[in-house]
């Protein structure tokens, strides 16, 4: 059974970090494209950025929104089978419950989330 395991989430003031966390189970993150959204209740979700593999490598390439590029960066550790998204210089508005999403290599579509773990920012 696929579980995709957010954690990490918190409350942190304006201009801090956190390094949000993605665990999953019945799937190989490596060979997944992975994705982070987050949604503020009574709004879409919105695409944050995301670890595509490339060419059918090991090789990622990374894409961000751009509302977080040059703060967010998502990372992957293929051994713990985990994908991180390290979030820095953090603003009110990224406020949100974030989410991770799986999916399967030469797709766009994402099969499998999270439940997601929610990021407060102080002003």
């Known amino acids: 059974q696929v579980q995709l395991v957010e954690s990490g989430g918190g409350l942190v003031q304006a201009g801090g970090s956190l390094r949000l966390s993605c665990a999953a189970s019945?799937?190989?993150?490596?060979?997944?494209?992975m994705g982070w959204f987050r949604r503020v209740p009574g709004k879409d979700r919105e695409f944050v950025g995301a670890?595509?593999?490339?060419?059918?490598?090991?090789?990622?390439?990374?894409v961000y929104a751009d509302s977080v590029k040059g703060r967010f960066t998502i990372s992957r550790d293929n051994a713990k089978n985990t994908v991180y998204l390290q979030m820095k210089s953090l603003k009110p508005e990224d406020t949100a419950v974030y989410y991770c999403?799986?999916?399967?290599?030469?797709?766009?579509?994402?099969?499998?989330w999270g439940q997601g773990t929610q990021v407060t920012v102080s002003s």
């Open positions: 999403a799986a999916g399967s290599a030469g797709t766009e579509a994402y099969d499998y």
């Open positions: 670890s595509r593999r490339s060419g059918g490598t090991l090789y990622y390439s990374a």
């Open positions: 019945g799937l190989t993150v490596s060979t997944y494209h």
